[in-house]
């Protein structure tokens, strides 16, 4: 109500000074109608190159290549399960060996997995050689670690009276269960190794692809508030409009000894010059 009384008391002034400016009169009101310019305003040029920014297909692509040539090796995530799985192998098969030699609690827990991490971690070492035989003779070398400390612990069963037979078995054993996993998980380790390059270099694709698709959301959602601005400017300035039209030619009626024009001769239709969509073409 408060609008329409200023419509109406500027179009009666400009009737009683024999103008006619309601473009104007909406300008001052209203300001200036809302526009996407990415030529003149530098925040809307970043707005335009974020919405049309090519290095999103790019990392697609580039992900895309990567996964395919990951599909030529084994499953990492498979793989990285089963070392999982042997390191668990490794830790109870150290730990049984600390048992046979005789430690208690909580020392057979923590040697023994001290032992598992000392195996695995050799076992990674000598699958990042390139000479097969020397990776696998410094696995052997811990069995023979084992094979010294089960031979002590023959040593103490025979002076106990106990059987040479059943030591000897169970240096065996202990050997086995220590070297065993180590031999697999070196196995395993060289057959990820070349995939967990292309596993980190997707990750890392992954990680721009969303920075970038989070900003070009942003500048889409920038736009779309520009552009329903900009229809509510223009449907208030149309409004406006017409308020200042009849009361214009109402007043002139008036002054000028003149009738009112009908409401259908009035050119109810906003007068500002068409302009291109806000949003570029995305295609």
Not at 231 to 246: K, L, T
């Amino acid at each position: 109500m408060i609008v329409r009384r200023a419509v109406v008391g500027r179009a009666r002034g400009d009737a009683a000074r024999g103008i006619y400016q309601p473009d104007s009169y909406i300008v001052a009101s209203q300001g200036p109608e809302p526009s996407f310019d990415p030529v003149q305003n530098l925040a809307h040029a970043s707005v335009g190159s974020r919405l049309q920014d090519p290095t999103i297909a790019e990392l697609e692509e580039d992900i895309r290549r990567d996964e395919d040539e990951l599909a030529h090796h084994p499953s990492p995530q498979l793989l990285v399960t089963f070392l999982i799985v042997l390191l668990l192998l490794e830790a109870v098969g150290a730990i049984y060996v600390m048992k046979t030699i005789g430690l208690p609690n909580p020392e057979r827990i923590i040697f023994g997995s001290a032992l598992a991490v000392c195996v695995f971690f050799t076992a990674w070492l000598a699958s990042r050689t390139t000479n097969r035989l020397l990776s696998i003779g410094a696995i052997a070398a811990l069995g023979v670690l084992v094979a010294a400390l089960s031979v002590i612990r023959v040593d103490d069963n025979a002076a106990e009276g106990s059987s040479k037979a059943v030591g000897l078995a169970t240096a065996v054993i202990m050997t086995a269960v220590t070297v065993g996993p180590a031999l697999m998980a070196e196995h395993i380790l060289r057959l990820l190794a070349p995939a967990l390059p292309l596993m980190r270099r997707v990750r890392r694709l992954r990680r721009r692809i969303k920075r970038a698709t989070s900003s070009r959301s942003s500048a889409t959602h920038f736009v779309t508030r520009l552009a329903k601005r900009r229809a509510d400017w223009q449907q208030e300035a149309a409004r406006r409009r017409a308020i200042y039209d009849v009361a214009y030619r109402a007043a002139r009626a008036q002054l000028g000894g003149e009738e009112p024009l009908g409401e259908t001769a009035l050119q109810l239709v906003p007068r500002f010059p068409p302009q291109p969509s806000d949003q570029p073409d995305h295609h």
